[in-house]
């Protein structure tokens, strides 16, 4: 059985072009050498179409069997990564085929490592599918939301594993470029089917490599190859066109720089993008301002729930240079009558989510301002979702979400089904645990329905999910799109 399957992985890998033909044996001995066995029997059936998550997952009934791994999601996924690995191409190969594909174009380059990192089972696809994906319209545009239910949950005994495993600083976090080949531990997820690109942007080292947990196409991290704090600034806007410049089919955008407002990791210097269009992207220009000393560059608020200003030019540079002015005064502007306040006792507050992307020949630019101010009645944040909605999104807004893409937490999928079951059948949903939460939430939307049925309860459960969240990006706004809000909006502006 363990040469049966060894013999359909190694099929996959030459299948998928992640090992050459010429590596079969080579391959095989490697896999051999994982599981301690010195026999093999060739097998007499041709393998076609594997399906790799069928073949691991034979592989690790085989492993724990044998004693090599135990039976948990944690340390299965710590030795499939080890068995990958044996299917995958040096890094040096990858980068080299990347170059070579990159010079007929970019996309052929990105399409080609996005497909080996899928294939490798970097990206794990049999998990992502899991997650629930649908749009909901509203009057900002179509708004994606997802459940997010690819990342697995850590099962007891690996908990208190590694809470016994001796603290490490190698690698200091999920974005150093020592991850690359890294084979894990029960508190740090192995990488020895992770692959890196080097690239230069703003003149020093990065990397750019592919999200394991893919929340729309092609979703990439680029990451400095130094581990440095985040930080919004002029080299920040240099670096988001460098990249795009080398990847014009590419959005690429910063999370704030600030807790509350920057919802990734702010401890090591990084961006997101990817080959996805966001309702942002789509949105249109609601009010178009004039920038003095930037007359050149077509500017204007967006039609969107966050305070957006989105600013256009075939230099980049001019881009930059405006970007750079606008940050600079958002650092330091105070409007008390619009609650915007720079710092309170020395802690600063303003900063900026920036998105850039190519249009044709234009460059563009969305400048999102956040604000990360706290108060007794919102100690989270003001400008964070608000209590009301924390029964559907209580995490802080990054920079996916400002772009139009609800990433929810996994509970949901099982609270929706509950209530499903509960609005149909007209049991009280405040006497389960589970969903109480919910209950003046339906209370307030159920009798906008008629003739609720099996056959249409999900999508209006759906519709209604969708509505909330584009009521916390509406908190998310530090200007609101009223009258008042736009008019605060623009004494910014005219600051400039």
């Known amino acids: 059985m363990l040469s049966e399957n060894i013999a359909k992985l190694v099929q996959y890998g030459i299948e998928t072009g992640l ?9 095989t001995n490697l896999l051999l050498d994982v599981f301690g066995e010195d026999d093999f029997k060739e097998p007499t059936e041709k393998y076609e179409n594997i399906v790799l998550e069928e073949v691991l997952a034979a592989l690790l009934d085989e ?44 996309e052929k380059a990105t399409d080609y490592f996005y497909k080996l990192s899928q294939d490798s089972n970097y990206i794990r696809r049999d998990r992502v599918k899991k997650d629930l994906k649908w749009t ?41 470029p020592e991850n690359e080949g890294y084979a894990g531990r029960v508190n740090h997820p192995a990488r020895q089917n992770h692959r890196v690109i080097p690239i230069t942007i703003n003149d020093t080292p990065w990397g750019f490599q ?80 004039v920038i003095p000393g930037y007359e050149d560059v077509e500017a204007g608020i967006l039609k969107w729930p966050l305070s957006v200003l989105r600013i256009r030019h075939r230099d980049e540079k001019r881009l930059i240079d405006l970007a750079t002015h606008v940050l600079e005064v958002w650092r330091g502007y105070t409007d008390e009558a619009a609650f915007i306040f720079a710092e309170t006792e020395g802690e600063p507050h303003n900063t900026i989510t920036p998105i850039a992307r190519k249009k044709g020949d234009l460059f563009e630019l969305d400048l999102t301002l956040r604000n990360n101010i706290t108060t007794e009645e919102n100690p989270l944040g003001v400008y964070h979702p608000h209590a009301q909605y924390h029964h559907i999104k209580k995490e802080n807004i990054g920079l996916i979400e400002v772009m139009g893409l609800a990433v929810l937490p996994a509970r949901l999928k099982e609270e929706l089904e509950l209530l499903e079951e509960y609005i149909l059948e007209g049991k009280d ?32 459960l759906r519709k209604e999910v969708g509505n909330v969240f584009v009521h916390v990006l509406e908190d998310a706004g530090v200007y609101k799109c009223t009258e008042e809000g736009r008019m605060a909006f623009m004494r910014f502006i005219n600051s400039l």
């Not at 949903?429 to 939430?441: F, P, R």
Request: aromatic share 12%; glycine share 4%.
């Open 63 to 106: 492993a724990v069997k044998r004693g090599l791994t135990q039976d948990s999601i944690v340390y299965r996924d710590l030795f499939d990564t080890r068995i990958m690995n044996c299917l995958m191409p040096r890094p040096h190969q990858v980068q080299r085929e990347f170059w070579d594909k990159y010079a007929e174009s970019p």
């Open 136 to 176: 909901v319209d509203s009057e900002y545009g179509a708004i994606d939301i997802t459940i997010n239910l690819s990342k697995p949950e850590k099962d007891p005994k690996a908990i208190a594993a590694a809470r016994l495993v001796k603290s490490s600083n190698y690698p200091r976090c999920l974005l150093c």
């Open 210 to 289: 592919y999200s394991p947990y893919v929340y729309y196409n092609e979703h990439c991290i680029v990451f400095n190859f130094e581990h440095t704090p985040m930080k919004i600034d002029r080299n920040a806007f240099i670096k988001l066109f460098d990249f795009v410049k080398l990847f014009p089919h590419y959005f690429l955008g910063s999370n704030a720089d600030l807790p509350i407002v920057g919802g990734s990791i702010l401890s090591h210097d990084h961006f997101q993008g990817g080959h996805y269009t966001f309702a942002m992207a789509k949105a249109p220009i609601e009010k178009s301002v």
């Open 19 to 27: 090992t050459p033909e010429c590596e079969r044996a080579y391959t």
């Open 429 to 460: 949903i405040s006497s389960n645990e589970k969903i109480e939460k919910h209950a003046a939430w339906v209370k307030e939307f159920l009798p906008g329905y008629d003739n609720l049925d099996r056959e249409n309860i999900q999508d209006v």
